[in-house]
């Protein structure tokens, strides 16, 4: 059973920073390209950031870049997703997915509240 585990997300003041994290477990992760979705309150999820199954190529939604960064541990089967910079509008409940062709799994998400 392929089971992906997000933490790291929390309360944090306009300009602060949070890195969430991805744990897999269950699954080659290596295999699959990883992303990070987020679905802000009463709005639809909406694509934040992709990697690679290697992490050679990464891809942010204009929304986000220059502020958040992907990256992967392969070896640590885990993910991350480093937000810098945090503006209110990025308050949302924070998904990481992985994809290999047609399958795909989902975490249960994380909180991540931007507030003074």
């Known amino acids: 059973q392929v089971q992906l585990v997000e933490s790291g997300g929390g309360l944090v003041q306009p300009g602060g920073s949070l890195r969430l994290s991805c744990a897999a477990s269950g699954a080659t992760f290596s295999s699959y390209s990883m992303r990070w979705y987020r679905q802000p309150p009463g709005k639809e999820r909406e694509l934040v950031a992709g990697i690679t199954s290697s992490g050679g190529s990464t891809n942010y939604a204009d929304s986000v870049k220059g502020r958040f960064t992907i990256s992967r541990d392969n070896v640590k089967n885990t993910g991350y997703l480093q937000m810098n910079s945090l503006e209110p509008e990025d308050t949302a409940v924070y998904y990481c997915?992985?994809?290999?062709?047609?399958?795909?799994?989902w975490g249960q998400g994380t909180q991540v509240t931007v507030s003074s």
């Open positions: 997915n992985i994809r290999r062709w047609a399958v795909e799994w």
